[in-house]
């Protein structure tokens, strides 16, 4: 049976994770590898690495945390941010990514998508969507795109966009809403399902997960076929496991294999 | 023993070599595992490894670019009869035919199309993306106390194609997604998986395992 995913997410900067990982006693809570082993051992469905590394020459540091993260583990690995040329994927897939996310990217450049996707397969090709919910007049509100962490209004309607991507070639769309991201809140639901319901491919909810239920709304709710999730396992409020097991407990079909 | 892990410009060989080299480590007698774009090697090599991501296609225009490939494969697997896991796309090369987008010549080393899966359900994305459980259809020493069924391991998959075989005996397991789709294929001295094994965690690496002491 085909079982919902579960996905931490680390976000990297200068080949260190923001603000450490406190769930396990690792020798150094700050190294992403030492991170991504123990959620390898945990039973992540998949791993997510975010680099926010400001500049170029830190990029490299990057590459090194893929190249070693995929030697140590052997689990489904995306690695987005600052994902912009063709060579860009072809270095992160080289390096042992087997997804990348493009963020801004597809929004300036939608041809992107398309040429990364006839490149290197639309399995490989997720886009991220950074949505926020912005009041129109005649109470007719929208979700729109945003970019740079939610401070660049875009205009464009984020479903329609999603839409557009998907047609383009993104296998996977990792939707983050910007108005619960960091909040605890839970996902933004309407949005969610809004998105999951009018494209054909998986779609990955983000942003503002604060407790197990939210993870069982986003599928059950959300219609998204997977979770992710930050900040409730990286400071070990919840192990993976403890939200696989809610997730079963609540009806949903959870890979649990030790 | 050297196992060769063919190398035709086909994604993420990286993860692939890793597996292989984790799994063959943990043996007792470990095979050298080697990526290569070497003919010649691929033809001495004890085992062969084909992984393949993207589409149909593309992968057999990589592998056709690499002079010589497909012919030291072919001759190593089919008169040499050297044990041969194809990954991915790498295993629907083996078919007949690929249907992705155009049709294209596999390598028909198991008979039967690629074709785009179509679950039932309206609810299940494509592509079929995560992990899924496996349902035996005929045993095999590649699969040897390996927890399948529905209570059983689980696979990473990533696709949206996969190999229609005509015949039964070819296959190995199913996996469900709104309809049976062909897991692992196996015959003669191949065997090929449409999920990740390098990406399956600790099952993945049992049945890489498995390959690696199987002597047909």
Request: net charge negative.
């Amino acid at each position: 049976m085909f079982k919902v995913r579960v996905i931490p997410c680390l976000d990297v900067k200068d080949g260190r994770v923001v603000k450490g990982v406190n769930f396990v006693d690792l020798r150094d809570a700050g190294d992403p590898v030492e991170a991504a082993v123990a959620y390898d051992a945990a039973g992540a469905d998949e791993l997510c690495f975010l680099d926010i590394t400001a500049t170029h020459e830190n990029r490299g540091t990057m590459l090194d945390v893929v190249r070693r993260t995929a030697e140590a583990c052997f689990m489904p690995l995306t690695v987005g941010g600052g994902v912009r040329t063709i060579e860009d994927i072809k270095t992160l897939l080289r390096f042992g990514a087997d997804k990348v996310s493009i963020n801004s990217a597809a929004v300036s450049k939608r041809e992107f998508v398309k040429q990364a996707a006839e490149k290197f397969g639309e399995q490989c090709i997720v886009v991220a969507i950074d949505a926020k919910r912005v009041k129109r007049g005649g109470g007719s509100d929208r979700w729109e795109i945003f970019t740079h962490g939610g401070r660049n209004s875009t205009g464009i309607d984020a479903i329609e966009y999603a839409q557009e991507v998907v047609s383009l070639g993104a296998g996977e769309i990792l939707l983050t809403s910007m108005d619960r991201d960091g909040t605890r809140q839970g996902f933004d639901l309407p949005l969610t399902q809004a998105i999951a319901d009018s494209v054909p491919v998986p779609v990955i909810a983000s942003g503002g997960v604060g407790n197990l239920d939210h993870l069982v709304d986003g599928i059950r709710q959300g219609h998204a076929t997977a979770v992710l999730a930050a900040s409730i396992f990286h400071f070990g409020e919840f192990t993976i496991r403890q939200a696989k097991e809610h997730m079963v407990r609540a009806g949903l079909p959870m890979r649990l294999d030790p | 023993m050297t196992v060769a892990i063919v190398d035709y410009g086909s994604g993420n060989l990286h993860s692939a070599a890793k597996a292989f080299e984790r799994a063959s480590r943990s043996m007792e007698d470990p095979q050298k595992v080697i990526v290569t774009r070497d003919p010649d090697a691929v033809y001495r090599a004890d085992r062969i490894v084909l992984p393949g991501v993207g589409a149909f296609a593309d992968c057999r225009r990589g592998l056709d670019a690499v002079d010589g490939m497909l012919e030291a494969m072919t001759e190593a697997v089919r008169a040499k009869a050297r044990p041969f896991f194809g990954i991915c796309v790498g295993m629907q090369l083996m078919a007949t035919r690929g249907k992705e987008h155009v049709t294209t010549d596999g390598f028909n080393w198991i008979e039967g199309d690629v074709e785009k899966i179509s679950p039932r359900e309206e609810n299940l994305k494509i592509p079929h993306m995560g992990w899924n459980t496996l349902d035996l259809v005929r045993e095999h020493p590649v699969l040897e106390r390996l927890p399948l069924g529905p209570k059983g391991r689980h696979a990473y998959f990533v696709h949206s194609y996969h190999l229609n075989a005509s015949n039964e005996a070819d296959v190995l397991a199913r996996a469900e997604y709104g309809g049976p789709v062909t897991a692992i294929v196996g015959k003669d001295t191949a065997i090929g998986t449409q999920f990740h094994p390098e990406k399956s965690q600790r099952f993945g690496l049992a049945l890489i395992s498995n390959f690696l002491k199987w002597k047909p």
